[in-house]
C-alpha cells in the first residue's frame, strides 16, 4: 500500500512557475511508476507526465516543454516543475502511482494504469 500527500499548489499569474511535490509512504517512488494528472472543473482526468521505474520520462502534449517530472528517491518524493503557466493549466493535480518490476521502463498516461492516487493539490493560474 502505497500513501501518497501533494503539496505546493497555489495561485499563480500567467506566465509564472510553481513546484509541485508527492511525498510517499509505504513504498519508495523509485520502486513504482509514477505519474502526475490533472483534472479541471467539466473535465476528465489527464495525464501530464510519468516517470517510469527506469528513469525515463513521458510528458502530455499539453505540457511538454513547460513541465518536468522528477523524483528524489533519498527524499521518497516525486516533484512536477510547471513552468509558462497558463490559463489552462488551471486544475487539481494528483499523484499516482503503479507498483513495477525493478528496471522496468513501461509508462502509461491513462488513469486506469495506476493502484494509488493522493487527494491532490490546486493550482489556480490568473491573468
Known amino acids: 500500500q502505497v500513501q501518497l500527500v501533494e503539496s505546493g499548489g497555489g495561485s499563480v499569474q500567467s506566465g509564472g512557475s510553481l513546484r509541485l511535490s508527492c511525498e510517499a509512504s509505504?513504498?519508495?517512488?523509485?520502486?513504482?511508476?509514477m505519474a502526475w494528472f490533472r483534472q479541471a472543473p467539466g473535465k476528465e482526468r489527464e495525464g501530464i507526465a510519468t516517470?517510469?521505474?527506469?528513469?525515463?520520462?513521458r510528458y502530455a502534449d499539453s505540457v511538454n516543454s513547460r513541465f518536468t517530472i522528477s523524483r528524489d528517491n533519498a527524499k521518497n518524493t516525486l516533484f512536477l516543475q510547471m513552468n509558462s503557466l497558463s490559463l489552462e493549466d488551471t486544475a487539481m493535480y494528483y499523484c499516482?502511482?503503479?507498483?513495477?518490476?525493478?528496471?522496468?521502463?513501461?509508462?502509461?498516461?491513462?488513469?486506469?494504469?495506476?493502484?494509488?492516487w493522493g487527494r491532490g493539490t490546486q493550482v489556480t493560474v490568473s491573468s
Open positions: 516517470i517510469s521505474r527506469c528513469g525515463s520520462t
Open positions: 499516482a502511482a503503479r507498483p513495477t518490476p525493478t528496471g522496468s521502463c513501461f509508462y502509461t498516461l491513462n488513469q486506469n494504469g495506476y493502484n494509488y
Open positions: 509505504g513504498d519508495t517512488v523509485s520502486s513504482n511508476l
